[in-house]
């Protein structure tokens, strides 16, 4: 199966994957899911070139079990070191972010610190609100993952426009949370 979904990224056209288990994985299957994540991470960078990611959300905990851990800890590490990356669960704190720091270490850049833009069971405000974590996060050196990067246009400025006025409201949120709107190509 990692070999097909490499494959699919090549004849696609994109770049890898984000490996989102969200359903209890049995304890004596774990080692084999790590083993998985670093296959397809092999596979992924072999027919799509050492750009490929392969980045894991943190769902699972060392024993399968589903427990978001909201940073890298010794639960998701294992997880963490079978691929490129890992997308953190949106719930945390601070003082999470300095812990997932250590723990990865030199990878730091490939924690990615989710971010809910709905805020959602978060400490931050939802929509521009959001940049007091995003400031949290390039604070702690960590990259970012923004999670319903849609609410602009779903809740915002944007909501109900169409065309460069979108595009205008759609950016000036995007500023405000201190991000570069990435373009199409």
Do not use: M
Request: proline share 3%; charged share 20%.
């Amino acid at each position: 199966s990692a070999e097909l979904l490499a494959a699919l990224c090549s004849h696609y056209g994109f770049d890898g994957w984000l490996i989102n288990i969200e359903a209890p994985v049995a304890p004596s299957a774990v080692a084999s899911l790590a083993e998985w994540l670093q296959l397809l991470t092999i596979c992924c960078k072999h027919r799509v070139g050492d750009h490929a990611l392969v980045i894991y959300y943190d769902s699972l905990d060392a024993t399968g079990q589903v427990r978001y851990q909201n940073s890298l800890t010794s639960a998701n590490q294992t997880y963490f070191d079978s691929c490129d990356g890992i997308f953190t669960n949106y719930w945390w704190h601070p003082s999470e972010l300095r812990t997932s720091a250590t723990i990865a270490g030199s990878r730091r850049h490939d924690v990615y610190v989710g971010v809910d833009c709905f805020a959602r069971g978060v400490s931050y405000a939802a929509g521009p609100g959001c940049s007091a974590a995003v400031r949290e996060i390039a604070t702690a050196d960590l990259s970012l993952a923004v999670f319903a990067p849609g609410w602009s246009l779903e809740c915002g400025d944007a909501k109900g426009k169409h065309g460069d006025e979108a595009r205008r409201c759609d950016s000036s949120f995007w500023e405000a949370l201190g991000v570069r709107r990435f373009r199409s190509r």
